[in-house]
């Protein structure tokens, strides 16, 4: 079982920056694939960066050279580094881990953090 907390949204004015943070708890491997999601009013949750088994990373178009995912292994903790940001970042942010275990595959996530960017 794994238990994740995130941390470290709020307000903030356009331009603005801020550093999410998702500690982990349980069962958790460094080959294991952590991510950052979003869902803003009326829309579907989509997904803003990802730490893909502690290999390669991916983001989102729209927060490409804005956004920087990184992880912190020895803490069990990962963060997003947000830059530059914009009204349409808005949004709750949900930490995601996904794991394999043999054939097995389980995913967890956050209980989120609301990020409001607006003047």
């Known amino acids: 079982q794994v238990q994740l907390v995130e941390s470290g949204g709020g307000s903030v004015q356009p331009g603005g920056s801020l550093r999410l943070s998702c500690a982990a708890s349980?069962?958790?491997?460094?080959?294991?694939?952590m991510g950052w999601y979003r869902q803003a009013p009326g829309k579907q949750r989509e997904l803003v960066a990802v730490?893909?088994?502690?290999?390669?990373?991916n983001y989102a178009d729209s927060v490409k050279g804005r956004f920087t995912i990184s992880r912190d292994n020895a803490q069990n903790t990962m963060y997003l580094q947000m830059s530059s940001l914009k009204p349409e970042d808005t949004a709750v942010y949900y930490c995601n881990v996904r794991q394999w275990r043999g054939a097995i595959f389980r995913t967890y996530w956050g209980q989120g953090t609301q990020v409001t960017v607006s003047s």
């Open positions: 730490l893909e088994r502690g290999i390669s990373t």
């Open positions: 349980g069962s958790i491997f460094s080959a294991d694939s």
